[in-house]
């Protein structure tokens, strides 16, 4: 089963631009994340619709934080990126006359919606900045950069 990994790709890329003094290209940010440049451009692209980020086109040009991170949570990303089904099950017929599955679908339909209000509780609650905070405890360098906790990619 693949998953989306989107969530986790730009809250990734938004750490390392944490502390970037300048714009940062695509080409530079997708090796630090393993991935390719224009798949980290489409990611990106929805957290610029969001306001999260700014695209500097032409020579010179790359990404840039518009918003400070202690100000994004979690669920601003994932808003940003629009998932539109954060588990993998479902219903195999929503639409069913079959009163049997009307009833799995209703209680299949009552936990998902109960777990993404969870999950959407949470991540309204932890920002971005937090996240960094955590890692730079974890590394044992409360004033290091992200970027300088992991050196190289981080694959």
């Known amino acids: 089963m693949n998953r989306d990994s989107r969530l986790s790709v730009a809250l990734h890329v938004l750490m390392h631009m944490h502390d970037a003094t300048e714009v940062v290209t695509s080409e530079a940010l997708a090796p630090r994340l393993d991935t390719n440049p224009v798949v980290l451009r489409r990611t990106m692209s929805g957290l610029r619709e969001a306001g999260i980020v700014r695209a ?22 994932y808003d ?22 009307r009833t799995v679908n209703d209680a299949i339909g009552a936990a998902l919606a109960d777990a993404e209000a969870t999950l959407m509780g949470r991540l309204r609650r932890i920002t971005v900045a937090d996240l960094i905070g955590r890692a730079r405890r974890l590394a044992g360098k409360p004033s290091a950069r992200p970027h300088a906790l992991e050196p190289r990619s981080c694959s």
Do not use: Q
């Open 80 to 101: 940003a990126l629009t998932v539109t089904n954060p588990f993998a099950i479902g219903c195999r017929s929503p639409a069913t006359k079959c009163l049997l599955e």
């Open 56 to 77: 500097e086109r032409g020579r010179g040009g790359g990404w840039s934080l518009v918003k400070p991170l202690e100000s994004v949570t979690l669920a601003d990303v």
